[in-house]
């Protein structure tokens, strides 16, 4: 009888622990499809799981990040340079409506959408909600779906629909109200809930959902579909007109996936499935649910990077790899998301390290021999680069390495929505995964795997974080780990350590290990017989440095991290060999064309180059011999001598630059430089430049997302003129009487470069033994909310003295076209009068785009430059200034016409039409007058990519 009992009792409680705090909700959806907008009716049942009474709830309302240009998901936007969203029509843009909210008494409640977050609704209860109890909301509300464009999420052209955080859900309360905006990054926190669907839509659409489907009914009309969902967290719905979805059954879990499965044939397709559920099961644990959904859109936000984007007539890797691949890592983030139920915005990197961590295993089992770069490592020619001989999961360590080399690397505590989007789509999953196969490494006994598998076991679809992975962690290993916990996860600090000496007795050895940052991380040492592995030891406890004896039993070199399994900062003073000195301890390499860093060389690049710098040296062919690798060094130098076709003369550059990178402050680097360069200016004149300087870089520390930047530089240009003819000037004595010169220059830039309100700032300051000056420039652009663009400049400079020939202008102030005395601007043409050349235009100093009669100004000048939208690339312009020259009065000067703004700074076109001239477009040779902005630097047209990911 007491048994009996004990289990009546025990069972009950069971239940009552499986049903207590499970939300549910009952959703009545009807699809107007012609008006893009569905009528819900909503039953939310909200189980206060806390130990807190509750007076409010939260509940998520992504579809209302849609509504305006000034929500959070509008600024996201704005921030990645994308105008797509503020430049759509407002049918585009997407809305909720709420038009009756009530409790289970039939009751009206006070709501209200949060300033700061319009896609959150508050909810003011008419009672407080004590723990344990639950509380009833009926809704009724309508969303307009956006276009699909914006995100992937919405309604297409042809008004199908691809749904995800689509209808209203409550907020996670574990103490405090877990509230953020949609930003898409597809990172909604929400609890799990008992869901039930009621979706009415019209025939001739195909659904597609991971919920279980229950019911499906038909009238003439329109068809109802019922589904039901248990554990579930918000879901994705897809209605298609054609149904690309393929179903695949498997022993674990289903999937229906439009993956693209080019020249995969079923049979593969289910193999590959089938490997990959079995895969996922053994190492992540039983899924939850019977459907595993798929989609190309989830596979479209986070894709493989790297070779694997390439077209697919040179991808180098097989059809069914690449399907394999793109299914697994989709398969395996999907999983996460609907089981791992951490806060996706703050503590994500538990979850995206398990995915890149059992990503890594994966191909570790099945492809241990796949080359980073594919079947591209066997061509001839290629497979003797060192890139050829990295597998395929040395491209997760570089690509983390790639941001902390440049020091935009970030925590993997930095809330996700701080983070730059190369850290968000890329570098923090890698670092992430990388650091769980460091530590596994490193604890050894596989204590990682069967502690990843206890925590998600423990923990599925529950509420949970990545401080009870930690907690579980230390109690399964006797290993010190909070290093990893501690410096590694929660912070940019980088690891690298150092051999520093080693020497020999008869009986043993001595090391002496550096630990060059401020980091607590064990490092391993390899002990090597030429280059076959003798052992492997941690290394553990090394504050500053740390001197080890081990046994003499013939061991002749020593690497620290041999395998590259640590995300090591620099590798490159990792190894050492007994009676080894500076000049033989890393053999000299030379490599054609830029490669992967190999550390145990020093490399020495060669590239053949074919350049178009100007019209006087014409095309140039030469080499250039560097020490740049694919990631940055903090050291860089380049020598590239080059033979010139129209000037017959070699000319070239070199340079070397040496960067110090600073963490944790907003002075994040200086650059020491020094550059030399020997060119034609003009026919029969070249020019050789000198320029030793110094650049310190500042950001806002705490947010690197903020475009705004600042910049101080200090150089010195010694510049030397050699001119062979002097009658080709006519009036320029200085090019003749003084061919050399050096400026001590100052600049400062600061700004905020964003794509809808641009700002900048650009002081300048010159000193030379004939001449000083001072110069600042202003900018400012706006987009407004009804996409008219608004541009103004202002210059003022003035010379604080100037001793140059009076009939010179080479060092003035120039109206249109300055001279470039300094040799900063890419003139194709820089002495050209006339000519398709001369038609070149760099906006700076003076700004003007009009050729007037006083182009120049040896006393000060002080101008405004302005133009707006016509319609879409098509602006007005307009110019006014005073120009100050010795012995005259000030003179005033206009000009105005049309701006072809084709790519802002990049590519445009101005056509004069009225200025101190006259009419311009009716007086001869007008086509002479048309200026054209354009730029051919690979390093400037670069910019436009960088933007959109640093």
Do not use: C
Not at 422 to 442: M, T
């Amino acid at each position: 009888m007491k048994l009996k009992l004990f289990i009546f009792v025990a069972f009950s409680l069971l239940l009552f622990k499986i049903g207590f705090g499970q939300n549910s909700i009952d959703l009545k959806a009807d699809f107007d499809v012609e008006n893009k907008t569905i009528h819900i009716q909503q039953k939310i049942i909200y189980h206060n799981t806390s130990d807190d009474a509750l007076k409010v709830i939260y509940l998520n309302d992504w579809n209302n990040a849609y509504s305006t240009k000034k929500t959070p998901l509008a600024k996201r936007f704005e921030e990645e340079y994308s105008l797509k969203f503020h430049l759509a029509k407002n049918d585009q843009r997407g809305y909720t409506t709420i038009t009756t909210l009530k409790n289970n008494a039939d009751k009206d409640l006070i709501f209200s959408q949060l300033d700061e977050h319009p896609d959150i609704v508050k909810i003011d209860l008419d009672a407080p909600l004590l723990p344990n109890q639950k509380y009833e909301l009926n809704l009724n509300y309508s969303l307009v779906l956006p276009d699909e464009t914006f995100t992937g999420h919405g309604i297409s052209k042809n008004k199908e629909f691809n749904l995800k955080y689509w209808y209203l859900t409550p907020a996670v309360y574990n103490g405090k109200w877990q509230i953020y905006s949609n930003k898409n990054l597809d990172d909604l926190y929400t609890p799990k809930a008992h869901l039930n669907f009621e979706i009415k839509l019209p025939l001739g659409y195909t659904f597609v959902s991971e919920l279980n489907t229950i019911d499906i009914q038909q009238t003439k009309d329109n068809q109802t579909i019922i589904l039901e969902g248990q554990d579930r967290v918000n879901t994705t719905f897809i209605l298609v007109k054609f149904s690309n979805f393929k179903f695949v059954q498997t022993d674990d879990f289903n999937i229906i996936s439009d993956i693209s499965s080019k020249n995969i044939t079923p049979n593969q397709k289910a193999l590959i499935t089938d490997k990959i559920t079995r895969f996922i099961t053994q190492n992540l644990g039983e899924y939850p649910h019977q459907r595993l959904l798929i989609t190309k859109s989830d596979y479209k936000k986070d894709p493989l990077y790297g070779l694997n984007l390439l077209p697919d007539f040179i991808r180098p890797f097989p059809d069914s790899f690449q399907y394999e691949l793109k299914l697994l890592k989709t398969a395996l983030k999907n999983y996460l998301d609907n089981t791992l139920l951490v806060n996706p915005r703050t503590d994500y990197w538990i979850k995206e390290g398990i995915q890149i961590y059992y990503l890594m295993k994966y191909i570790e089992t099945y492809y241990p021999d796949t080359k980073m770069i594919g079947t591209l490592a066997n061509i001839w020619g290629i497979r003797s680069f060192h890139a050829a001989d990295l597998k395929y999961n040395d491209q997760f360590v570089m690509f983390y390495m790639q941001m902390a080399r440049t020091n935009i690397d970030q925590a993997l505590t930095t809330s996700k929505d701080s983070l730059l989007k190369f850290n968000s789509n890329i570098a923090n999953k890698y670092k992430a995964g990388v650091g769980l196969r460091y530590l596994d490494d490193f604890v050894n006994g596989n204590t990682i795997e069967s502690t990843l598998s206890q925590y998600l076991t423990d923990n599925k679809t529950e509420i949970t974080s990545s401080k009870n992975f930690e907690n579980l962690l230390k109690k399964n290993t006797d290993k010190d780990v909070d290093w990893f916990f501690t410096d590694y996860v929660n912070s940019r600090k980088k690891i690298d350590f150092k051999i520093k000496k080693v020497e020999a007795t008869e009986d043993s050895i001595t090391l002496t290990i550096l630990n060059k940052r401020d980091h607590k991380a064990p490092v391993s040492l390899f002990t090597l017989d030429n280059d076959s592995i003798l052992s492997k030891t941690w290394i553990e406890n090394i504050n500053e440095k740390k001197t080890i004896t081990i046994p003499n039993d013939g061991n002749n070199k020593f690497a620290l991290n041999y395998d590259n399994t640590i995300p090591e900062f620099n590798l490159r003073d990792n190894y050492k060999s007994l009676n080894s000195n500076f000049l033989n301890n890393k053999p000299l390499q030379f490599r054609l064309i830029q490669d992967v860093e190999d550390p145990y060389y020093n490399q020495i690049f060669m590239m053949p180059l074919l350049e178009f710098k100007n019209i006087y040296d014409g095309v140039t062919f030469g080499g250039k011999f560097y020490n740049k690798t694919l990631l940055r060094k903090r050291l860089n130098y380049k020598i590239s001598p080059q033979y010139a076709t129209n000037s017959k003369i070699i000319t070239g550059r070199a340079s070397a630059q040496y960067t110090q990178n600073i963490e944790n402050s907003n002075l994040y680097g200086i650059n020491y430089g020094f550059g030399a360069s020997y060119a034609s200016f003009a026919e029969e004149a070249f020019v050789t430049r000198i320029t030793p300087s110094i650049s310190m870089n500042f950001r806002n520390d705490s947010d690197f997302r903020s475009d705004e930047f600042k910049s101080l530089n200090f150089r010195f240009l010694s510049i030397s003129r050699d001119v062979n003819d002097p009658t080709i000037f006519e009036v320029d004595n200085d090019i003749v009487d003084v061919p050399d010169y050096n400026v001590f220059n100052v600049r400062y830039v600061t700004g905020k470069p964003g794509i809808i309100n641009f700002e900048k700032w650009f002081y300048d300051f010159q000193l030379a033994e004939r001449f000083g000056k001072i110069a600042v420039n202003y900018e400012y652009r706006k987009l407004s909310q009804s996409n008219r663009q608004f541009n103004i400049r202002f210059f003022a400079g003035t010379f604080l003295y100037n001793k140059t020939d009076p009939t010179s202008d080479y060092f003035s102030f120039a109206l249109d076209r300055p001279t470039d005395y300094l040799f900063d601007y890419n003139y194709l043409g820089r002495s050209e009068s006339s000519g398709i050349f001369s038609q070149q235009i760099i906006i700076a100093d003076g700004g003007f785009k009009s050729m007037l009669e006083t182009p120049f100004a040896n006393r000060w000048m002080t101008t405004i430059n302005a133009s707006t939208t016509i319609w879409r690339y098509v602006e007005a312009y307009g110019d006014i200034g005073l120009i100050k020259n010795r012995s005259h009065n000030p003179n005033f000067a206009y000009d105005s016409g049309i701006r072809l703004n084709l790519i802002t700074d990049y590519f445009e076109v101005y056509f004069p039409i009225y200025s101190n001239l006259g009419w311009e477009v009716g007086q001869p040779n007008y086509e002479e007058r048309i200026r054209i902005l354009f730029t051919l630097d690979p390093g400037k047209l670069l910019g436009l990519f960088r933007r959109r990911w640093f």
